[in-house]
């Protein structure tokens, strides 16, 4: 779990290659569904003032809707870990094909093989989402390997600029790190902006027109964050990134209705990835070399439920899982164009 000092640091400051068959016949019979729970438990120790508090019962993190994906093939970048690993291990557990993609091939192949052994059908595809080749690729391996696509989920994003796979080394990535305008590099701006921006446009790109051939609609899902509907202190290029993702969401949302194609996005505030505990060690080793400073990032630290936690627990990838799949499911018929806040109340106040 995110430690609440990590949390405050973040504030502070502020997913080429060929594919892998992994196939195997859907599961037989998956584990049980685990129940939802209540949906609060008491402070353990009590509130010493009395007040009778409580805090959210986070949900069960292998919780599934069974048949829901079934006979649908669904693609999730940046499957290698975090919510793109969550979400792929949820769309199979509901029945989908998932195609996974990330550059992290090591950890993104592990993950589609682990999901495979466990009698699902997968595959995977290493590479950047910003290399053309990747994008197109990704699409070709679902007709190949499944006959189409129903369903995609671009999860692969970064914060800075600054491979994800490479260990954190401040004083060498300097240059790559997230840091306000007056101190930001071109080689960070273009970085997140490759990914972020361009990885997002060329994903949907051939995502859309497969849909569009296939004539039977479809459903999109952009992961963005809180960054993309508010102000974020100290990384200009990811709030300016992710603003263009709510951007391209709501313009695509509007193009593509006539087929019956929905675009939606989710936007989070701090959710237990590997990808924030990472920042957050950037962010201390950048307080540290900076010394002093007006410090405007601490104006707000937690959401309104992190606040409210005794714990002041940030979300679980369970919970950002559960919204995606929701929308990338024909349950939300009549979602489209939404910029979901899925941040446990940050943007409300």
């Known amino acids: 779990m995110i430690r609440r000092d990590i949390l405050k640091t973040i504030a502070a400051a502020a997913g080429a290659g060929g594919g892998l ?6 599961a037989q019979g998956d584990s049980p569904v685990p129940a939802l729970g209540d949906y609060a438990t008491p402070w353990d120790p009590p509130d010493p003032e009395g ?25 999730v970048t940046g499957c290698a870990r975090g919510m793109g690993r969550g979400a792929a291990w949820r769309l199979a557990r509901e029945g989908a094909n998932v195609v996974g993609v990330d550059w992290l091939e090591e950890k993104g192949r592990e993950t589609m093989e682990e999901i495979a052994a466990a009698g699902h059908a997968t595959r995977f595809v290493a590479g950047d989402v910003a290399d053309d080749g990747t994008c197109a690729r990704m699409v070709e391996m679902s007709v190949e390997a499944f ?22 080394d401040y004083a060498a990535q300097k240059d790559l790190v997230f840091a306000s305008i007056h101190e930001a590099t071109e080689d960070y701006w273009d970085a997140v902006f490759r990914t972020n921006v361009k990885g997002v446009f060329l994903s949907m790109r051939h995502e859309l027109r497969q849909m569009m051939t296939q004539g039977r609609g479809g459903a999109i899902l952009n992961v963005g964050s809180i960054a993309g509907l508010t102000g974020l202190a100290g990384n200009p290029a990811y709030v300016a990134s992710k603003h263009a ?40 080793a950048q307080n540290a070399a900076a010394g002093p400073g007006p410090g405007m990032g601490r104006i707000k630290t937690t959401s309104i439920l992190a606040y409210a936690d005794q714990n002041h627990r940030p979300a679980t990838v369970a919970e950002q899982v559960s919204m995606m799949v929701y929308l990338l499911s024909p349950e939300a018929g009549n979602m489209t164009g939404a910029t979901i806040s899925t941040d446990g109340g940050w943007t409300a106040f």
Do not use: C
Request: glycine fraction near 12%; aromatic fraction near 6%.
């Open 147 to 168: 006959g189409g696509l129903d369903a995609a989920l671009n999860n692969a994003g970064v914060m800075d600029g600054v491979h994800s796979g490479e260990p954190i």
């Open 21 to 26: 068959g992994v196939t195997q016949a859907a």
């Open 51 to 75: 007040l009778g508090r409580m805090k959210v019962a986070p949900m069960p993190d292998d919780y599934f809707v069974p048949g829901r994906f079934a006979g649908k093939t669904v693609i």
């Open 245 to 284: 993702v709510t951007g391209i969401t709501r313009n695509a949302a509007v193009d593509y209705a006539p087929w019956a194609i929905r675009v939606n996005s989710v936007n989070m505030a701090a959710t237990d990835t590997p990808m924030i505990v990472r920042a957050g060690a950037l962010v201390a």
